[in-house]
Nanobody
Framework: QVQLVESGGGLVQAGGSLRLSCLAS????????MGWFRQAPGKERDFVAA????????YYADSVKGRFTISRDNAKNTVYLQMNSLKPEDTAVYYC?????????????????WGQGTQVTVSA
């Protein structure tokens, strides 16, 4: 089972940018679809973005489309989430997730491995 460690969260002003990274252990990272989810206090864990094992197919939540970009570097076992034009409503704990599949799921319960999360706080 792959293990995931997120980094790159922090405090940023509205309109600013952050780049989250998720480092995966194991030698089969390229067989995993990867996703980013977020959870604000008192709310459910929501889908943010996902990228297929090859990096060719990418999905985004409507709320982040045009502002966030998901990418991956299979040689470095790392997936990234570049977040631009951040808004206060983007404030949440961001989680990286992985599942070994040729598909590209967007539901949290489709993913089998999760990181510990990284806090992103956007001030107004």
């Amino acid at each position: 089972q792959v293990q995931l460690v997120e980094s790159g969260g922090g405090l940023v002003q509205a309109g600013g940018s952050l780049r989250l990274s998720c480092l995966a252990s194991g030698r089969t990272f390229s067989r995993y679809a990867m996703g980013w989810f977020r959870q604000a206090p008192g709310k459910e864990r929501d889908f943010v973005a996902a990228i297929s094992w090859s990096g060719v197919i990418r999905y985004y939540a409507d709320s982040v489309k045009g502002r966030f970009t998901i990418s991956r570097d299979n040689a470095k076992n790392t997936v990234y989430l570049q977040m631009n034009s951040l808004k206060p409503e983007d404030t949440a704990v961001y989680y990286c997730a992985a599942v070994e599949t040729w598909d590209l799921p967007r539901k949290a319960n489709s993913y089998s491995a999760w990181g510990q999360g990284t806090q992103v706080t956007v001030s107004a």
